[in-house]
């Protein structure tokens, strides 16, 4: 017979775990901002309006909690791709964009996460200050290392055009991971990703976006001397 104490562990494990999943689909869709407390109860399908303060505190959070478990997954595997690059001696571009976009695209087969990918990109665009505080500065690791390796490995490039490009690579990068993600939910091919060199393409963009010679134009704008924009690295 079960108890009634085992019973209500494993009844709360599956309202947190629902709550968990509707907010995330929630915040993907419509953003932290645009997302109450009472949406997530009644998308969860739960009565007690008080469930989610019980099992989170206060929706802030749940969405820290949200983010955390997808990051420390995409992490772990950066982290493992590019010690296999660094000791194989296959640290490239191309290879360093491979292990900063896999691990986000293989998320939702190994967890079930099907609107992670969107619910960062709607942080990053319109809850920048708190993505940042939710990730620590522990669960972004391996992406701090791709990014150093990128800086290593395009030393012809003026530091200061290198970093901007970094930050669009990663405000482009996750626009368009979402919008894989978003068709893949609709379970529609799509002329933009049903092609087989999709995701190859894709890389081929970033690639050509962080590695291309900066115009004159660019370079003219950079203000003062190379040493130091060498500095401000």
């Not at 992490?75 to 640290?91: H, K, M, N, P, V």
């Not at 004159?216 to 690295?233: I, K, M, Y």
Request: overall charge negative; glycine content about 10%; hydrophobic content about 40%.
């Amino acid at each position: 017979m079960v108890t009634p104490g085992r019973t209500l562990r494993s009844d709360g494990a599956e309202t947190r775990t629902r709550l968990k999943e509707e907010a995330q689909g929630l915040f993907a869709l419509r953003g932290l901002d645009g997302v109450s407390v009472q949406d997530i109860i009644s998308a969860a399908g739960q009565r007690n309006s008080a469930s989610l303060r019980y099992y989170f505190g206060n929706k802030l959070e749940l969405a820290r909690e949200l983010v955390v478990d997808g990051a420390r997954l995409i992490d772990e595997d950066r982290q493992a791709r590019l010690d296999t690059l660094e000791a194989e001696g296959g640290i490239t571009v191309r290879a360093v964009l491979g292990a900063l976009i896999f691990p986000m695209l293989d998320l939702a087969d190994r967890t079930g996460q099907a609107t992670y990918i969107r619910m960062i990109a709607n942080l990053q665009l319109n809850n920048r200050a708190f993505l940042r505080e939710a990730l620590e500065n522990k669960w972004n690791l391996g992406y701090q290392r791709c990014n150093a390796h990128l800086r290593d490995l395009l030393p012809h490039i003026p530091p200061a055009i290198v970093d901007h490009r970094l930050s669009l690579v990663g405000i482009y990068g996750n626009a368009a991971l979402a919008a894989w993600e978003a068709n893949r939910d609709t379970g529609e091919s799509g002329r933009l990703w049903s092609p087989p060199y999709a995701v190859s393409s894709l890389i081929d963009t970033f690639e050509s976006v962080l590695a291309t010679e900066p115009s004159g134009e660019t370079r003219s704008q950079l203000g003062g001397s190379s040493d130091e924009a060498e500095g401000a690295r």
